[in-house]
């Protein structure tokens, strides 16, 4: 399993010493640079007739807002490139680097992985070998902090992300539900206290009921930690609950054909998702994909 490795890229932070890449809290608003910006950003593959392109001059800019992130949802059909936009503010190769266009986060050309982003996938993507403090502790380990304050701190988000010291620190993965590893693997980001969080369909496996727990669970966490999220869905009610900003990408080469501003979250999923108001947003953003998708066949033939 090849992605515990790409956390474990994610997870060490840079020297203290190092420029800090962001602001401080003094940073006057005006000066803050933007979390992540995008100006026509394409990747290809390879060259001449068997060049493929996934993401086409894709362009966006999400601010750095004081004292709170926001919370963007990434719709779009399979092999749009929704996980490449994701895998290139992470670093992550082969999709890091991009082919052309500019990708800068808080200011700055994305080099590497780095501390201050933070990646949960799909996959359930903890170490089978290590239980499930150990693993949540991992990346305080990869920056060496001390036994006894990592399984400490540990304990505090296993605590946080509803699951039970007593019943299931020491547990390994293989004896947790899709459920549990999902909340898991959230803890495993969420205690290095990364600036931007990237999910890629972390709740794709999960059945429904377990997945409107888990979007309580984000709406809960997300509100202390004052980050930037991108969360890529397929799930439109996913998109408009969570969401802050949707953005909608068009099927291969991605660009995003559109940006729509959500209203905020405020109830419980299981409750929010059965009002009218909520199911006239889903609606209409079902319509626009389907719209979209009949023109973008049109234009194809
Ligand atoms: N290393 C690679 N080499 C060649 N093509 C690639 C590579 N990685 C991704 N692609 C292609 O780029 C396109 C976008 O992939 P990406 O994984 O970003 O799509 P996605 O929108 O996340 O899809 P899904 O919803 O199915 O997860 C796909 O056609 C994929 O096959
Ligand atoms: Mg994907």
């Not at 291969?252 to 109830?267: R, V």
Request: charged residues 25%; proline residues 7%.
């Amino acid at each position: 399993m090849s992605e515990p490795v790409v956390n474990a890229e994610v997870a060490p932070a840079p020297a203290p010493s190092a420029t800090p890449a962001v602001p401080s809290a003094e940073t006057h608003a005006a000066e803050r640079p933007h979390v992540v910006q995008f100006t026509k950003v394409t990747k290809s593959y390879g060259e001449g007739p068997k060049a493929f392109t996934s993401i086409k001059d894709v362009s966006f800019t999400v601010a750095d807002l004081p004292g709170r992130g926001e919370f963007i949802t990434i719709l779009g059909p399979s092999g749009c490139g929704k996980s490449t936009v994701l895998r290139l503010i992470a670093g992550l190769a082969p999709q890091f680097p991009q082919t052309s266009g500019e990708l800068l986060v808080f200011g700055k050309p994305v080099t590497a992985p780095g501390a201050d982003r933070g990646m949960v996938f799909q996959d359930y993507t903890s170490f089978d070998n290590r239980t499930v403090e150990d693993n949540i502790a991992f990346g305080l380990e990869c920056r060496g902090v001390p036994q006894k304050e990592r399984l400490e701190q540990a304990r505090q988000w296993i605590e946080k992300v509803g699951l039970s010291v007593a019943r299931d620190a020491r547990k390994y993965p293989h004896e947790l539900s899709g459920g549990m590893r999902q909340r898991v693997a959230i803890a495993r980001t969420l205690i290095l206290k990364p600036r931007i969080i990237l999910m890629d369909e972390p709740f794709g496996a999960l059945d429904p009921t377990t997945r409107l727990n888990m979007q309580d669970l984000i709406v809960k966490l997300w509100k202390d930690q004052e980050a930037t999220v991108f969360f890529v869905t397929h799930s439109i009610e996913e998109a408009v609950y969570l969401g802050d900003r949707a953005y909608i990408f068009s099927s291969s080469p991605g660009t995003i054909l559109k940006e729509m501003k959500l209203p905020a979250t405020y109830k419980p999923a299981k409750v929010m998702q059965r009002e009218q108001e909520f199911l006239d947003i889903v609606f209409e953003i079902r319509d626009l994909i389907d719209k979209l998708e009949t023109s973008t066949r049109a234009g194809d033939d």
